[in-house]
């Protein structure tokens, strides 16, 4: 089992930068991607930005590319936000997907069916 918790999220104006940080906790060792997810009210979930913990290769969603930059230290994920867009306003989630020998694939596609652990989310706001 892992445990996540978010933390970082706020309101910034349009061009600013954020960062969100994701505490993990528990079998940390259960999991090797993690990733960032955000989801607008009337939207579908989308994948932002995964990390594979034991190999460092990062994916990133078209939209936030150049833009936000997904990294790891110890037990924390972060993900740097630059260049804001008020599309960018979601509720931020972190995910780890189960270690399995499909788990590249929860990677490389950002799916959020494949992430199995969530933390309960932290809202960020970007006004015009």
């Known amino acids: 089992q892992v445990q996540l918790v978010e933390s970082g999220g706020g309101s910034v104006q349009s061009g600013g930068s954020l960062r969100l940080s994701c505490a993990a906790s528990g079998y940390i060792y259960s999991s090797n991607c993690m990733g960032w997810f955000r989801q607008a009210p009337g939207k579908e979930r989308e994948g932002v930005a995964t990390i594979g913990t034991d190999s460092g290769s990062t994916f990133y969603a078209d939209s936030v590319k150049g833009r936000f930059t997904i990294s790891q230290d110890k037990n924390t994920v972060y993900l740097q936000m630059s260049s804001l867009k008020p599309e960018d306003t979601a509720m931020y989630y972190c995910?780890?997907?189960?270690?399995?020998?499909?788990?590249?694939?929860?990677?490389?596609?950002?799916?959020?069916?494949?992430?199995?652990?969530w933390g309960q989310g932290t809202q960020v706001t970007v006004s015009s």
């Open positions: 995910a780890a997907a189960s270690r399995s020998p499909w788990s590249t694939v929860a990677c490389t596609r950002r799916d959020p069916q494949k992430f199995g652990y």
